[in-house]
């Protein structure tokens, strides 16, 4: 056991790791301090004897199969502390302590569980030589983006994913240089390392990843796990348990405030502007937080505490957390002056879903847009609506956090971070001294001391500090002196995250530029997203091009434009934020059945900004840029008086009768363009319509507001006009890794000759897919179809692809390449494959239900609560609704419906109808008779429009001339 009172023989201590934060002592000399002279070489210390602590022969085994949530029939519209029951098709899914979810199958050395090795089971180079390889040698700063931007970062990762490293008995690992334990898998340091040698380190400690089963319970392959919920719900602020978040709230407070530090123990701190509390403010449980007892400063005061237990991990996240400690308190009170009958949950209930929103939207406004650029934001349908709901939730997108990303993609942060946090005054001035990170690891004495400004000069000196940019590189800091104690060297970042993303198994950057699109390198050269200079760096470094770990190439590829992330990464960060959007059913743009806040209070949440947060909750504070993640010499961000900026409008909190239930405006956006004739015939708008629903549903909405007719080369196209986010199709499909595998891609024809079609139809290829699951098309640039502008004739996983030069203004088509996503890629036949289409006259009823009572809220006829049930499908393409007495059909009962779709079934609100009542409803559904029995994503949009979007429909029918029937 180690202690803080444990002392070195000659004066040197020094740490080693027992997990990511914690540490025990392991002895060496102090680096020379300036003018004591050189400093001996020490010999490398020779690995202690392995017998002489304790090694388990065995890997650790996997952790218990955590037990499966029991979820409400009713749908609940605050976020749960563990996240359980968000997603309605699956209630662990997104759940705290559920295993990471893999894009691509584990890449485990031995296939199980042992890390990830090269080509002919060689091995890897060692993640520390990779490490100062790739170094660039001159550190940059970003000329436009500033540091607040990199902590943000920091603190919605916080937010999403927290990977839990083996932990025997409390006791961590001790993972010392030249140990065989198995829960260990160390970084060899080269005996040349310019650093390290100095202190005679033969390796960098990394304590692995606990071992988890994964989500149905099987142990055969190695997953770890996630200790708190991906979605962006504010668990930095609350937690992740309601065990955890009861000890965070203070008792004392009626309005269900949470707690602020107690202990100033220099007498700073004014009451007004408070720190977090501190971990002795909370039961003994909770008090594990990381924070080594080398490196946490100052010695004699506890930690603090927050929502995430790596709140100390450095002073700009510390104070992040207390921003929105602070923001949390200031809604509570407000909220119960508005409302003196809200009681605490309500109060507290309702701060989290503003807290959340608030979150999400600096995340998707702010800070994705600077890492991923338009093109990407669009692609992935990451963009925020501007007004009225959106309407893209679908319970078959899976916010798990995926390994990849965790390792890898968000881990870019690091290159980004810069050490040195300077802290502004009120007048953006000098307040107090420049802290570096190096030093500053866990100290909590700069929020505590306020005579530098604590908190408030810290997060104002983030919008002033630049970013570095991104690149091969991360600070020393991070590279050498991660979580080093006073004079002593500490870890390196970047080699953790190579070691780590190997020991999770996660296949090499090849594998992942083939999962999104990119062409499979053969040679060091194809990796032309990647600057040559690196390239050959990397050559120097691997033997196989399919060696290479995604971290390190993720990082050394050229950024997409206007984005800071190369190919790869954005795409696989637009995998996950699209995951954390669409697969969260408190998003907060969410309509529909879905909504959790009422349009005036969406439209409240839309104006207030990160920069009046700040305003709000900073001492003094008079100005911010509006921007906070920009510079203020960017265009249109110089800094603006606090009292310019748009408050948070509470009124539309104020409980009442007038609460409007149904959104005030619509947003709506086109489907692609589609050809509405056939064999030369001319189809009507209508017939256009019901084709594509039973043909190609994804690419258009049920329930269309409006459409447009054009003329090319003599023939009739339409397009439709749908409620924002109701649009499923896309070009990155959404497919469950687990369930499939994608093909290769496949270029039957190309176009030429008079006709200049493409015609890529499943019937006339040779298909090695069986039971294709999605299709993905691209032009042999690599563009996304959609992404083209050109109009296809077909497009769908059972007919295939056909693109006609005539349907094209210029006469012609591109080029394309087409995949499948296969349940198993077989051998190849010249036959279709078995999954031809269903005959379309090939459809089924299912039987009238009724599963709940208009009592209470109302009459909820969820679809997904009759999913499991026999006869129901995968995805039904129509919904029929009549009251079960006398069989009225809905839409003549003059009921107003916040759902009515063949996605999602039915509500109706009893506080919304005039009468005060719902009539009591049964549903039934139509279904592909190939397609009964499967499990139905969950998406809604208003297929019952509300009035005032029928008056929107109206409008732009009388825009367009025409209506469609
Ligand atoms: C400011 C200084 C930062 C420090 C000292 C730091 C330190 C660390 C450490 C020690 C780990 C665990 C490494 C391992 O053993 O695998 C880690 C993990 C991680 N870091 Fe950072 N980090 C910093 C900033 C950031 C930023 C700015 C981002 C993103 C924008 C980021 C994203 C991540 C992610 C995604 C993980 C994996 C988390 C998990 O799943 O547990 N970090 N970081």
């Given at each position: ?11 040197g ?6 997990d ?11 680096l ?5 002279g ?8 020779t690995?202690?004897?392995?017998e ?24 609940e ?5 563990d ?14 302590g ?10 485990y ?31 940059r700063?970003?000329?436009?983006k500033?540091?607040?931007g ?20 409390g ?35 990394l ?8 989500i ?9 796990k ?49 720190s ?32 995430d ?8 996240l ?20 508005l ?16 807290v ?18 338009p ?5 992935f ?27 890898a ?12 946090l ?10 107090g001294t420049?802290l ?76 992942f ?10 040679r060091?050269?194809d ?31 050229t ?15 637009g ?37 009046k ?41 104020r ?20 050809p ?17 629903l039973?043909?190609?549903?994804d ?8 459409f ?16 924002a986010?109701?649009i ?12 499939g ?11 030429s000759?008079r006709k200049?079609?493409?015609d890529?139809?499943l ?5 090695t ?12 640039g ?8 050109e109009?296809f ?11 006609m ?13 087409v ?9 190849s036949?010249?036959?279709p494959p078995?999954n ?21 809220d109302?009459?909820?006829?969820y ?10 499908c995968?995805h ?10 006398s069989?009225i ?7 107003i ?7 999602i ?43 005032d ?12 001339g025409?209506?469609?029937?």
């Amino acid at each position: 056991e180690i202690n803080a009172q444990q002392r070195c023989p000659e004066g040197g201590s020094s740490v080693t790791l027992f997990d990511r934060f914690q540490f025990g002592l392991q002895c060496r000399n102090p680096l020379p301090q300036p003018g004591t002279g050189p400093r001996p070489i020490l010999p490398p210390t020779t690995p202690p004897p392995v017998e002489s602590f304790f090694v388990p022969l065995e890997p650790d085994p996997p952790a218990p199969c955590p037990p499966k949530p029991n979820c409400p029939k009713t749908i609940e519209r605050f976020y749960r502390p563990d996240g359980s029951c968000n997603n309605l098709l699956d209630g662990r899914k997104g759940k705290a302590g559920q295993p990471h979810k893999r894009l691509l199958p584990a890449d485990y050395s031995d296939g199980k569980a042992l890390p990830r090795r090269g080509q002919g089971n060689r091995d890897l180079p060692s993640a520390r030589i990779i490490s100062t390889t790739m170094k660039e040698v001159v550190r940059r700063e970003s000329p436009d983006k500033t540091n607040f931007g990199v902590i943000w970062g920091q603190f919605i990762t916080h937010d999403i994913t927290d990977t839990p490293v083996i932990d025997r008995e409390g006791r961590g690992i001790d993972c010392r240089c030249g140990t065989r334990d198995p829960g260990c898998h160390n970084v060899d340091v080269p005996f040349n390392d310019r650093f390290f040698v100095e202190e005679g380190r033969t390796c960098l400690p990394l304590v692995r990843s606990q071992p988890v089963p994964d989500i149905e319970c099987n142990t055969d392959v190695r997953q770890t796990k996630n200790d708190i919920t991906p979605y962006l719900d504010a668990g930095t602020v609350y937690g992740h348990s309601q065990f955890q978040l009861d000890e965070l709230l203070d008792k004392t407070s009626p309005i269900g405030e949470l707690k602020t530090g107690q202990l100033h123990p220099h007498g700073f701190s004014p009451p007004h502007a408070p720190s977090l509390p501190l971990v002795t403010q909370v039961h003994s449980s909770l008090r594990d937080v990381a924070c080594p007892f080398g490196v946490h400063k100052p010695q004699n005061v506890p930690c603090f505490v927050g929502g995430d237990v790596r709140a100390n991990e450095n002073p700009a996240l510390a104070s992040m957390h207390t921003l929105l400690v602070r923001l949390h308190n200031k809604l509570v009170k407000d909220l119960s002056n508005l409302n003196r009958n809200w009681d605490k949950t309500r109060l507290i209930n309702t701060a989290r879903l503003i807290v959340s929103a608030v979150v999400q939207r600096v995340t998707y406004k702010q800070f994705l847009p600077e890492l991923l650029g338009p093109t990407y934001m669009k692609r992935f349908d990451l963009e925020l609506n501007e007004e009225g709901y959106w309407y893209g939730y679908d319970s078959s997108y899976d916010a798990t956090t995926s390994n990849a990303f965790i390792t890898a993609v968000l881990r870019v942060g690091h290159t980004l971070v810069n050490p040195e946090l300077s802290r502004s005054s009120p007048n953006f001035g000098t307040q107090g001294t420049t802290l570096n990170l190096k030093t500053s690891f866990f100290d909590s004495n700069p929020l505590l001391t306020t005579d530098q400004g604590g908190a408030n000069s810290i997060l104002r000196g983030l919008t002033k500090d630049a970013a570095e940019i991104m690149d091969s590189t991360i600070a020393d800091d991070l590279q050498n002196f991660l979580f080093a104690p006073q004079d002593f060297l500490g870890s390196d970042l970047l080699s953790l995250n190579l070691q780590r993303g190997r020991e999770h198994g996660v296949p090499s950057y090849n594998a992942f530029r083939v999962f999104c699109g990119l062409k499979r390198a053969r040679r060091f050269s194809d990796f032309t997203e990647i600057p040559r200079n690196r390239q050959r760096k990397l050559e120097g470094l691997y033997r196989n091009v399919d060696d290479v770990d995604l971290y390190i190439a993720g990082i050394s590829e050229t950024s997409v434009p206007g984005g800071l992330l190369g190919p790869t990464f954005a795409c696989l960060a637009g995998y996950q934020f699209r995951d954390l959007k669409k697969g969260d059913r408190l998003w907060h743009e969410n309509g529909g059945a879905f909504t959790v806040f009422t349009p005036a209070q969406l439209e409240a949440i839309r104006q207030y900004t990160l920069s009046k947060v700040l305003c709000d909750n900073l001492n003094d504070m008079r100005s911010v840029q509006p921007n906070p993640f920009l510079q203020t010499t960017v265009r249109g961000n110089s800094r603006v008086p606090c009292y310019q900026i748009p408050q948070l409008n509470l009124e539309a909190w104020r409980s009442g009768e007038s609460e409007p239930p149904f959104p005030e405006s619509v947003k709506h956006e086109f489907t692609s363009w589609f050809p509405a004739t056939h064999d030369d015939k001319t189809l009507t708008c209508t017939q256009v319509h019901n084709e594509l629903l039973a043909n190609r549903p994804d690419d258009v909405c049920s329930q269309v507001l409006g459409f447009e007719e054009r003329t090319v080369n003599g023939k009739k196209q339409v397009r439709f006009s749908c409620a924002a986010g109701s649009i499923r199709a896309t070009d990155y499909p959404n497919v469950d890794a687990s369930k499939g595998v994608w093909g290769d891609w496949e270029d039957i024809s190309t176009p030429s000759g008079r006709k200049q079609d493409d015609d890529e139809s499943l019937d006339s290829q040779t298909s090695t897919c069986e039971g294709p699951i999605a299709i993905q098309v691209h032009t042999l640039g690599g563009t996304p179809a959609r992404e083209t502008g050109e109009v296809f004739r077909k497009f769908s996983v059972t007919a295939g692809f056909l693109c006609m030069g005539n349907d094209q203004r210029n006469g012609r088509c591109q080029d394309y390449q087409v995949r499948y996503f296969c349940k198993k890629i077989g051998r190849s036949t010249r036959n279709p494959p078995p999954n031809t289409p269903a005959p379309s006259s090939a459809f089924v009823w299912t039987n009238w239900l009724s599963v709940d009572r208009p009592s209470g809220d109302g009459d909820q006829e969820y679809l997904f609560n009759v999913v499991s049930r026999n006869g129901f499908c995968r995805h039904p393409v129509q919904i029929e609704a009549r009251t079960v007495r006398s069989h009225i059909p809905a839409s003549f009962t003059g009921d107003i419906f916040t759902a009515f779709s063949h996605t999602i079934g039915l509500e109706c609100r009893n506080i919304i109808q005039p009468s005060r009542r719902c009539n009591d409803y049964e549903v039934r559904y139509r279904c592909r008779s190939t397609d009964i029995n499967g499990l139905v994503p969950l998406r809604d949009f208003p297929s019952f429009l509300p009035p005032d979007v029928q008056r929107r429909k109206q409008e732009l029918c009388s825009g367009f001339g025409v209506c469609c029937a």
